[in-house]
């Protein structure tokens, strides 16, 4: 966000140097300009990407599908592209989609297209299937593709689409469109991108028709051009026709970037394209390019949506994929990379974007982590939830002010990791009057610790959001302080929220003696020991026991391969990051494999291990097989937690009101913190 430092990217070879006198003249000159697409004007160059919510409940709208996409109209967007709507009647048990094969949905529709429309928002719908693919365990029972070919990730094996079933497929895309229009839709997207059923079509890794429908890249287009065809037929312009096209889908034998370029140069040729977005990755190991994660740059694929936009005659093409602060937008504008942004998860992650930006408050913007929590959520079959954003989908999220209190009350929160920042800048922006006490020297609580390892420090947004906010809001911190009951009661709070975080258990099964020698610490210490120093290989093993599974471990485990020149991680269970979405565990193997770290599955440190001679036995939890590790310099593990909530009887017992929040009341998740944070602010 700061529009002072000198702006440096890489592009390609060559290095651009962003003319910072015009920046800061009007830092936002270039997003704030009108563009012209298919004849439809947007009032700005920040468009909402297509986001699956699962807000949508049995194929119909619901309150929270309208007021998230309200939210972000409100907020300034200029257009929203909303998810995908089921517009094929093999689309009947996807619950999550509003039915659009039919008319039943057309009044909710037109409920949603009044909420954003109205806001000078422009709504544009997707028209997606995924055909063979599936993002969950399992497989599909009932699917279709252009060929008997199996998902990559899931294994599901799909009906190949007949010509027939094909051509049903194209009428009723058309008549959908026909459809969206008349509930008042400025235009659509076609997902042919991500590895999707147009995509399947598309790529000759998953398309081996014979037919008019394969072979060469026409047949393969043909699909899409049909689309294409029966959607111009069934509207009347102006009507926004956007594909989302694959840039790199990741496959080897899939569409790269030269065959990108010849669908992106076929499809120009039609004419009927209104607005190109470029996407990467597909259902296969490059799933996690979809959403490519805080571990890696920003805007990682500018340089290829630049390259892709020399193909597109002309039409206006949009910069996708990690834009996460509107400097970095503007920045890809004014090199000329692109013409429009679509932003996803920062618009997820506040409502305010565009707003915040062209008022000259970004600085108050709560910025997306890039943790693809949100993603886990969905795909989990969960509503989209927010690490960042407790507010996430609620009636007045783009206008909520906290309400004024009747009563100012004295709260102290102790603890300032994200859950006791949350309730506290929460309950201080109400009027109440607020301490907070942290034992540690700074915020952030294990947060910062987890900030601290490779690749993680923009999950200090969250904290550095919530005391700025504090600060703001009249909170008072202090910090280095042990809070006792009788210091706290000293302070005559009515409330206290107790947000003092969890601590790591020992190991079940390990002697008592190894930890009363200090011969293995768990691995936030171990993490606050490396995080600072100098990562310089030394000679041995360490040794990483993880029962934990969340993404945290293993940002620890690549930190701990700078400073070892052998890292083991044991685990008793059967993969690596259960707790996480599969687009994260692909990003930690990915990881894990880059700095050699080894991993032993269904295994874990065995009691009889010698540590005093660095002699490590690894234990087969199934078979008992035992493999012996020498030279270990450091043992050190992550798993079970222990609520650290030793104040609340004391504090309870003194008469007080105590709430405990986050991790102190049982240890979870990132996500859960500030949810309950939040709401402990508003209950005081
Ligand atoms: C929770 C979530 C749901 C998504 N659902 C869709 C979808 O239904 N259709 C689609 O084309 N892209 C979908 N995407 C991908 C986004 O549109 C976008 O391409 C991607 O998140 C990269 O943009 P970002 O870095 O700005 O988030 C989804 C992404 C997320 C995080």
Known sequence: ???????????????????????????????????????????????????????????????????????????????????????????????????????????????????????????????????????????????????????????????????????????????????????????????????????????????????????????????????????????????????????????????????????ATRLAATGEVDAFAFCQGSHHRSLEHHMPDMYGPRAPYDALTAKLRGYVNGAPTAALGRLVDPVQAETVLRRGDADFVQIGRALITDANWVNKAFEGREHELRACVSCNTCWGQVVSGAPMACDNNPRLGTPDEATWTPPATPSRRRIVVVGAGPAGLEAAWVAASQGHDVTVLSRGASYGGKLALLAALPGCDQVSSVYDYQVARGLREGVRFEYGVEAQADTIAALAPDTVVLATGAEMEWPAGWPDAWREAGAASDLREVSALFSGATPVRRPGVAVLQDNDHTAATYAAAVMLAAHFEHVVLATPKAGLAGEEPIVVQQSVQRRLAAVGVEIVLLSEVAPESDLEEGEIVLRNVYSDARRTLQGVELLTYAGTRRPVDDLYAPLSAAGLDVRLVGDAYAPRDLLTATAEGHAAGLAV
């Open 1 to 263: 966000m700061n529009v002072c430092e000198p702006l440096l990217y890489a592009k390609g070879e060559a290095v651009t140097v962003v003319d910072l006198q015009a920046l800061s003249d009007d830092a936002f000159a270039r997003l704030r300009e009108p563009i012209t697409l298919g004849g439809v004007r947007l009032k700005n160059r920040v468009v909402h990407a297509s986001i699956t919510t699962f807000y949508v409940q049995d194929q119909r709208v619901t309150d929270r599908f309208v007021d998230y996409h309200r939210a972000r109209a409100q907020g300034g967007c200029a257009a929203i592209i909303i998810e995908p709507t089921a517009v094929l009647s093999w689309q009947v048990d996807e619950p999550h989609k509003v039915r659009l094969f039919d008319d039943s949905q057309a009044d909710s529709l037109a409920r949603l297209v009044e909420a954003v429309e109205a806001h000078d928002c422009r709504l544009i719908g997707q028209i997606q299937d995924s055909g063979r693919g599936r993002h969950r365990r399992g497989r599909k029972r009932y699917c279709y593709a252009p060929s008997a070919l199996p998902d990559d990730l899931s294994g599901t094996m799909p009906r190949a689409l007949t010509v027939a079933q094909i051509q049903k497929a194209v009428e009723e895309i058309g008549q959908a469109a026909g459809r969206m229009q008349r509930c008042g839709f400025s235009g659509l997207e076609i997902s042919a991108g991500h590895g999707h059923l147009v995509h399947q079509f598309l790529s000759p890794w998953s398309n081996h028709r014979e037919d008019a429908y394969g072979g060469a890249l026409e047949g393969r287009m043909r699909f899409l051009l049909e689309i294409l065809d029966a959607i111009r037929a069934e509207t009347r312009k102006p009507f926004i026709l956007a594909v989302k096209a694959p840039g790199d889908d990741g496959v080897p034998g899939g569409v790269g970037p030269d065959e990108a370029a010849a669908i």
